[in-house]
């Protein structure tokens, strides 16, 4: 599918873990992190590392460009990468950063290969356990050198996910909410890496997010296919990186179990 093998992004995403975001993590000063709006934090680390990996994977793949969350934060327009004819880089630097802000350990880096819109690679690498979750479109998916397999179907009343509702609108928070008390457990990790990783591994059955930014969505997804998922929005359509502006993204472990968690957060006729 690609001249690019998935290990040797692993390998970047890794080394620049190790050297620009590891020696940052519950090291932070006060002038590492910059709120670019709402609460939404940016740190040195974030920023060090989409400079390293832009570079890193550009030479990796020479005639290819990227799109980084940070850079699209400085220029939007950059965003339009994505639908053109080169190879498109999507780069999330730190995923996850309001966690690392505060210590915690549910971050992530990530990395996707876009050709002509269709993600054929995706990389996500979680730091504090050192293990790398890699997807080539059509090849499988696979972590620490096993294939990842998602979790059989569950029933409503057996399902753990990760339904996120800071950003729903109402009336869809009150309903999810009222969906979530149906289930096994709920966890809103408000890291999508370390969601879709989790997911692949049979360790979550669904999701929801409201947000669907490229550099969120686009590596997790082609992980989540490629070991049995579904991602896509509530009509069932399927995700993709080409549309940047929809809202509201349901990823499960297969079809059955996605049917299950979309006529739970949008039943019929519901506005």
């Keep these: 599918m690609t001249t690019v093998r998935p290990d040797r992004v692993a390998a970047l995403l890794e080394e620049v873990t190790e050297d620009v975001i590891l020696p940052r993590f519950r090291n932070l000063k006060s002038g590492d992190i910059t709120d670019k709006g709402g609460g939404d934090y940016v740190t040195l680390a974030d920023q060090e590392s989409e400079a390293l990996l832009t570079r890193a994977l550009t030479d990796l793949l020479p005639g290819s ?7 699209v934060h400085g220029d939007a327009s950059i965003l339009a990468r994505i639908s053109g004819d080169a190879p498109v880089w999507i780069i999330d630097p730190l995923d996850g950063t309001n966690n690392f802000t505060k210590g915690s350990d549910l971050f992530a880096v990530m990395a996707a290969l876009v050709v002509k819109g269709q993600t054929v690679l995706g990389a996500i690498h979680l730091p504090v356990r050192r293990e790398t979750a890699t997807a080539e479109l059509g090849s499988g998916a696979f972590m620490a050198g096993r294939k990842l397999r998602t979790a059989p179907p569950r029933p409503l009343d057996e399902l753990r996910a990760s339904v996120h509702t800071r950003y729903l609108p109402q009336p869809l928070r009150g309903r999810a909410h009222a969906a979530t008390q149906q289930f096994r457990s709920n966890e809103e990790v408000f890291c999508c890496g ?54 509201g993204l349901i990823a499960a472990s297969d079809l059955v179990t996605w049917r299950t968690l979309r006529d739970a957060l949008f039943p019929p006729n519901s506005p």
């Excluded at 460009?65 to 850079?71: N, S």
């Excluded at 070991?227 to 009509?235: P, S």
Aim: glycine fraction near 12%; hydrophobic fraction near 40%; avoid cysteine.
């Design 194 to 247: 370390q969601v879709y990783v989790a997911l692949a591994d049979g360790r979550f059955d669904g999701a929801l997010y409201w947000r669907t930014y490229p550099w969120d969505h686009a590596m997790g997804e082609l992980i989540l296919a490629e070991a049995g998922g579904v991602t896509a929005y509530a009509d069932e359509s399927p995700y993709t990186p080409l549309e940047q502006g929809r809202k």
């Design 65 to 71: 460009v990227v799109v980084g969350e940070e850079a």
